[in-house]
């Protein structure tokens, strides 16, 4: 579907696809702007382009066929769109900058246990209203505010094998959390990382962590009671740990090559 075919068509309510339908794309913007209110994605699209149902102020609900072959949500894609639920298909491996931006009603977020995906961009779900998220062990990267305010987040379940490299600057600052689970592979914690977030009591560090930067702020304001400190971890830069009143323990490997606390 070509870019802006449908775009502002303020009487378009309805749009249906043959159940053989052979859509690969939808290019950026092509429903932009309509007043669509269901859409079940056909099964060959593989890619959701820039903007291509966002600001579809009507659109509540949005399926993908239990086969989808969708491997690319680009950015904007859902911007300000109304929907409630969103069940993220299998093969989908990059949700682009931006795709939710917005979606102030969406409270389900849904990614299968053993989904592809691969990349969260920035500020993908910052100020959603999900309340559980669950990150599957291919993902490698999280953009900088990726659940940034997202007020109603309780649960962050990261997958035990996960293989992220880092969490970015404010991705879960000011959520509901009171756990998290750094995997192994980590080898920086960013600035306000976990800044706010005021039910934040558990931070499991595994013993063979890769953890080399703890940056400003990151565990500010906080109610973490403890905090273990891999071999590897060298740089606890300023105010990681500030107003952090119930942290008690302080458990440092016998290995550790910890040089610059700040």
């Not at 669509?36 to 890619?47: F, H, N, R």
């Amino acid at each position: 579907i070509y870019r802006y075919a449908f775009a502002k068509c303020s009487k378009l309510e309805k749009v249906e696809f043959a159940p053989d339908s052979q859509i690969q794309v939808f290019e950026k913007y092509a429903f932009f702007s309509s007043r669509i209110e269901s859409i079940c994605i056909p099964t060959c699209v593989v890619k959701l382009s820039e903007g291509c149902l966002g600001f579809c102020g009507s659109l509540k609900k949005v399926e993908f066929q239990s086969d989808s072959k969708l491997q690319i949500i680009e950015k904007n894609v859902f911007d300000a769109a109304p929907i409630k639920n969103i069940s993220i298909p299998r093969r989908v491996k990059i949700i682009g900058k931006n795709a939710f931006h917005f979606c102030t009603r969406l409270r389900n977020f849904k990614v299968p246990f053993d989904s592809e995906l691969q990349i969260i961009g920035k500020e993908a779900l910052m100020g959603s209203p999900i309340k559980r998220l669950f990150i599957p062990p291919s993902v490698t990267d999280i953009g900088e505010y990726g659940f940034y305010n997202c007020e109603k987040l309780l649960s962050v379940v990261i997958h035990p094998d996960s293989i992220l490299k880092s969490f970015e600057a404010e991705m879960f600052s000011r959520s509901l959390i009171d756990r998290v689970f750094i995997p192994s592979t980590v080898t920086k914690i960013c600035i306000d990382a976990f800044a706010g977030c005021r039910n934040l009591k558990r931070v499991e560090v595994p013993n063979d962590s890769k953890l080399r930067t703890i940056e400003d702020n990151a565990f500010a304001f906080t109610q973490i009671g403890s905090f273990f400190i891999p071999p590897f971890l060298d740089n606890i830069n300023k105010n990681a740990f500030f107003c952090c009143g119930f942290l008690q323990i302080i458990e440092i490997d016998e290995d550790s090559t910890l040089s610059s606390l700040k």
